[in-house]
T-cell receptor
Framework: NAGVTQTPKFRVLKTGQSMTLLCAQDMNHEYMYWYRQDPGMGLRLIHYSVGEGTTAKGEVPDGYNVSRLKKQNFLLGLESAAPSQTSVYFC????????????FGPGTRLTVT | DQQVKQNSPSLSVQEGRISILNCDYTNSMFDYFLWYKKYPAEGPTFLISISSIKDKNEDGRFTVFLNKSAKHLSLHIVPSQPGDSAVYFCAATPRGAQKLVFGQGTRLTINP
């Protein structure tokens, strides 16, 4: 039982490049989330999904897109990376009956130069 | 606009003593509160929660207190152990909402 996994663990991008971060969970959770963590800012919600085929904006959605084509996967895309998107990105998942007890992945450290 | 605030970026406590981490919130719609713990290079893990119908919830060495009138919650760890050294995030939500609002985190260091 791997829990929540994130791919890749580290990535360096040049400004303007695009990339996709993959999150996978094997707990059959309905809800999935993407957060970013920056120094002094805590965890901020980017986008979330309450089920396959549905997505919603969080607190800081600009510059990101997401897709949830399969229940177990939640993809975060950066179409044109900017230095302000340098951050650590965490994916999380939870049961719909207990949405606040979220299970987090290990994170992806992204640097945009 | 930071709706959940942890005003102490760091806290250092001696092993065996009590650690008290504090959190303030501004949104009066929040009625469910949680604490998460995060080790370096790992994702946060859920620690303990409390509903606004209670003012205290206890789980082993961890106790969370909620003061609704002051919009303040605290996490007490007693006795503190070296393995408790981590960053602690408080989080809050209105019941029925599908997402959490996190504070900035407090780095707790337990000294031997």
């Amino acid at each position: 039982n791997a829990g929540v996994t994130q791919t890749p663990k580290f990535r360096v991008l040049k400004t303007g490049q695009s990339m996709t971060l993959l999150c996978a969970q094997d707990m059959n959770h309905e809800y999935m989330y993407w957060y970013r963590q920056d120094p002094g800012m805590g965890l901020r919600l980017i986008h979330y999904s309450v089920g396959e085929g549905t997505t919603a904006k969080g607190e800081v959605p600009d510059g990101y897109n997401v897709s949830r084509l399969k229940k177990q996967n939640f993809l975060l895309g950066l179409e044109s990376a900017a230095p302000s998107q340098t951050s650590v990105y965490f994916c999380a998942s939870s049961y719909s009956g207990s949405p606040y007890e979220q299970y987090f992945g290990p994170g992806t450290r992204l640097t945009v130069t | 606009d930071q709706q959940v605030k942890q005003n102490s970026p760091s806290l250092s406590v001696q092993e065996g003593r009590i650690s008290i981490l504090n959190c303030d919130y501004t949104n009066s719609m929040f009625d469910y509160f949680l604490w998460y713990k995060k080790y370096p290079a790992e994702g946060p893990t859920f620690l303990i929660s409390i509903s606004s119908i209670k003012d205290k919830n206890e789980d082993g060495r961890f106790t969370v207190f909620l003061n609704k009138s002051a919009k303040h919650l605290s996490l007490h760890i007693v006795p503190s152990q070296p393995g408790d050294s981590a960053v602690y995030f408080c989080a809050a939500t209105p019941r029925g909402a599908q997402k959490l609002v996190f504070g900035q985190g407090t780095r707790l260091t337990i000294n031997p």
